[in-house]
């Protein structure tokens, strides 16, 4: 079950790296560097798969690695003590320290709300909001970070129609913009105008 679980989580991680990535459907172009934001990153699934398909983008991850308890998110086998976080964040420089070196990969290990002031307006292609996924952070989350985008940038979440994560859609709803759902579990929403920069 939590094998099944597991392959399909990295099945719906590779749909976001497509969606993100190069293709009709995206804004990102492989020739060109692009920079985006993870809010969320744990293990590194999504950030390893970026890091290795685009070899020209810079990809931040923001995430305190430490152990943190909504009750919304009880049931989604994230319950880690703190030793094991310490763990993922080692085992993270140790496997991606080339990444790490060359800048192409920077881990900011602190909350979404604090690292937000790390990251200047209209300076980032895309952001990925997969942190804390109660209602209430999921609209800071998004809030927070829109104006990081750049005109044209995109920004898309994970577990929007999962059941043991509903507020996600709550949070994506009131944000009142037009959004995609892709493969059940995704949403994405586009910066088209230049003034977009509040929601
Ligand atoms: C679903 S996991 C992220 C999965 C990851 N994107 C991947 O590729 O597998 C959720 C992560 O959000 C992090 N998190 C929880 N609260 C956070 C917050 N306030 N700011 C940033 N990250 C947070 C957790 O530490 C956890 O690592």
Known sequence: MLKRRKQRHMIELLHLAMTLGPGK????????????????????????MMVGMFKNCTWH????WTEYGAVE???????YAQSRWN???????????????????????TTSDDGVIIFDNASVDLVVVDGLHTALQTERDIRNY???LRKGGRMCGHDIDNEVTPGVRRAV???RRP????????????????????L
């Open 25 to 48: 459907q995206s804004p990102l172009d492989l020739n060109n560097n692009f920079t985006g934001i993870e809010i969320g990153v744990e293990q590194g699934s999504l950030a390893r």
């Open 61 to 64: 991850g923001v995430d305190p």
């Open 73 to 79: 998110y009880k049931s989604y086998d994230m319950e």
């Open 87 to 109: 763990q993922m964040w080692s085992e993270l420089h140790r496997e991606l320290r080339k990444e790490i070196e060359e800048r192409r990969l920077v881990l900011h290990r």
């Open 146 to 148: 829109w104006p990081k």
């Open 173 to 175: 709803e009131a944000c």
């Open 179 to 198: 959004f995609e759902v892709r493969t059940g579990y995704l949403w994405v929403m586009d910066a088209k105008e230049a003034d977009d920069a509040q």
